[in-house]
């Protein structure tokens, strides 16, 4: 009963190095989605994918790139890390973009830029 | 645009006193409305949710009803347990352009026995 699955759990970066997170969900769900969760400022969404082939920018999508590689799939890349994306980043999947729908999140990645 | 605020703690009660914790939205036309709970060092879980005026969602004896008159959304617990210590988000979906669940700051709850 894995639900949302994330890796790596934790990474320290140096700055301008790249580093891809990885996400996959087992509940045949169609939409993904991206969040970062700074302190204070709760999460934010950074890409989402209604469905399997298209992706969108969410509210904070600098410096980031997605792909929904498949139905189960979506990965966030970050191609030149910057301190300033220090954070805890969070997969989250729901069976489609509805208002109505939740979203069931992954555990997180907890992630350096030093 | 659309706005979450609930009260930001932190929260410190007694094992079986009674918990609120406030909720209030700003959003355009019908959202619908979650609390999260988040334990340390884990992802959110969805606690309950309501997806129109006056619904109650209930969960693991937690309520919250939709009250569309006041823009409110209050969680609520009978009696808490020392295993309901948490963080726990107020968030809404109003299905705009990109369907995100617009989140609340959070609020930490401590229970000691």
């Known amino acids: 009963n894995a639900g949302v699955t994330q890796t790596p759990k934790f990474q320290v970066l140096k700055t301008g190095q790249s580093m891809t997170l990885q996400c996959a969900q087992d509940m045949n769900h169609n939409s993904m989605y991206w969040y970062r969760q700074d302190p204070g400022m709760g999460l934010r969404l950074i890409y989402y994918s209604a469905s399997e082939g298209t992706t969108d920018k969410g509210e904070v999508p600098n410096g980031y790139n997605v792909s929904r590689l498949n139905k189960r799939e979506f990965s966030l890349r970050l191609e030149s890390a910057a301190p300033s994306q220090t954070s805890v980043y969070f997969c989250a999947s729901s069976e489609r973009t509805a208002a109505n729908q939740p979203q069931h999140f992954g555990d997180g990645t907890r992630l350096s830029i030093l | 645009g659309d706005s979450v605020t609930q009260m930001e703690g932190p929260v410190t009660l007694s094992e079986e006193a009674f918990l609120t914790i406030n909720c209030t939205y700003t959003a355009t036309g019908y959202p619908s409305l979650f609390w999260y709970v988040q334990y340390p060092g884990e992802g959110l879980q969805l606690l309950l949710k309501?997806?129109?005026?006056?619904d109650k969602g209930s969960n693991k004896g937690f309520e919250a009803t939709y009250r569309k008159e006041t823009t409110s959304f209050h969680l609520e617990k009978g009696s808490v347990q020392v295993s309901d210590s948490a963080v726990y988000f107020c968030?809404?979906?109003?299905?705009?352009?990109?369907?995100?669940?617009?989140f609340g700051k959070g609020t930490l709850l401590t229970v000691n026995p």
């Open positions: 309501a997806t129109k005026a006056d």
């Open positions: 968030a809404l979906n109003s299905g705009g352009s990109n369907y995100k669940l617009t």
